[in-house]
């Protein structure tokens, strides 16, 4: 629905997420405010803040009392997960962050560009991705932060078919750009190798735009900062450049098994 907006969401603890959207009404001028707190992925409560923006008719309609906590259900989960990885904690869902904020995508338009040490500048559309041939992983996401989600099914294409034999011999790194003005840098190994894809389906659906539609880079070992979301850009380039989180002293790799976290 057009009238609902997915605003953050922030893990508590080891099981908690409690989700934050917004209820547009007349026109986006008034809205009501949405918490919803999970535990192991189960909704335990929803709260709504009404503003005095919203007309009475529609509290009337609904018998809804302004800052009142609605509960949905109570339902305990199952035994909790385990995690491996050192210094990692599970997360039953994404944390989404947009550090530069959401960008506007029009599918039409948008393009991802192949460039720099390459021997033919590579340009794809969105369809020209899908008609690819697609690999399937179930493969866990790691955050630097301390937060992982497991078993996450990805679906795409592999960066290393996706470049080909296209690549110049001198290339060391490959430096990701997304519409948002975001940038990682990956070396150009852990780029390729045979886990690393262009993400286009997570969990047997199309990228969210909140997760990355259209596209987003997927490299398993390495950590999420790396996972460019609303890719459109690759330059493959021989020299060492800071992305953005680089650039505020985070490791120039990332490698989640030696916990490379910082320079």
Same mark, same amino acid.
């Given at each position: +629905?057009?009238?609902?907006?997915? +605003?953050?969401?922030?893990?508590?603890g080891d099981k908690y997420i409690v989700?934050?959207?917004?209820?547009?009404?007349?026109?986006?001028?008034?809205y009501i405010g949405v918490r919803?707190?999970?535990?192991?992925n189960t909704i335990i409560s929803t709260a709504f803040t009404i503003g005095k923006?919203?007309?009475?008719?529609?509290l009337n309609a609904n018998n809804l009392n302004r800052y009142q906590v609605y509960t949905l259900s109570r339902i305990e989960s199952p035994t909790p997960l385990s995690y491996e990885v050192p210094g990692q904690r599970d997360s039953?869902?994404?944390?989404?962050?947009?550090i530069l904020g959401q960008p506007i995508v029009d599918i039409q338009s948008w393009r991802l560009i192949i460039d720099g040490l390459v021997k033919k500048k590579l340009v794809y559309t969105y369809d020209e991705l899908m008609g690819m041939r697609h690999v399937r992983l179930?493969?866990?996401?790691?955050?630097?932060?301390?937060?992982?989600?497991?078993?996450?099914?990805w679906?795409?294409?592999?960066?290393?078919?996706?470049?080909?034999?296209? +690549?110049?011999?001198?290339v060391r790194w490959a430096y990701v750009y997304g519409l948002d003005g975001y940038t990682a840098v990956i070396p150009i190994k852990d780029f390729i190798s045979d886990d690393s894809i262009l993400v286009l389906k997570m969990n047997d659906e199309p990228l969210t735009l909140e997760q990355g539609f259209p596209a987003r880079i997927f490299v398993p070992h390495l950590y999420g900062w790396k996972s460019v979301k609303w890719v459109c850009r690759i330059e493959l380039t021989k020299d060492y450049k800071d992305g953005f989180w680089e650039a505020l002293g985070y490791h120039p790799r990332g490698d989640v098994r030696l916990e490379e976290r910082f320079k």
């Open positions: +629905m057009d009238n609902i907006e997915f +605003m953050e969401n922030e893990l508590i989700y934050k959207y917004r209820i547009y009404l007349k026109h986006r001028k008034a919803v707190i999970t535990k192991n923006e919203v007309p009475n008719d529609v039953p869902n994404f944390i989404i962050y947009r179930v493969r866990d996401f790691h955050c630097v932060t301390g937060w992982s989600v497991k078993q996450v099914v679906e795409g294409v592999k960066l290393r078919e996706l470049i080909g034999d296209n +690549m110049m011999s001198e």
